[in-house]
């Protein structure tokens, strides 16, 4: 398990800190949000997060959602005292294109 903080550019949605399940579990992917396994104190839950716009399919937006955990939990791993902060989904760029970002718009956690 690793806790991750979501943020989000909806003001009326606060801030989220969530213990995403490791191995990372994804589930209704598409190219506009993605679904995390998370736990709670009551069991298993979900984090639902939505992006502001499309990735060119679901492989890719799967691919992209994979690597922004490993990067989460690679950085809980190396500050085990520090909750890494997750706002955007990121494409990096390839040779001489820059890298392309999508900020996180939403989330709906269920339990």
Request: charged content about 20%.
């Amino acid at each position: 398990m690793a806790l991750m903080k979501f943020k989000t550019e909806d003001t009326a949605l606060a801030d989220i800190i969530v213990e995403v399940t490791v191995p990372i579990t994804l589930s209704a992917v598409a190219v506009d949000r993605g679904t995390i396994a998370t736990s709670d104190i009551g069991g298993a839950s979900t984090l639902e997060i939505e992006w502001g716009t499309n990735w060119a399919s679901v492989a890719e937006a799967t691919a992209l959602m994979q690597e922004m955990l490993d990067a989460g939990i690679e950085a809980a791993v190396a500050d085990p005292y520090a909750i890494p902060v997750l706002s955007e989904i990121c494409k990096a760029g390839e040779y001489l294109e820059p890298s392309e970002c999508k900020s996180f718009t939403t989330y709906t956690y269920t339990t």
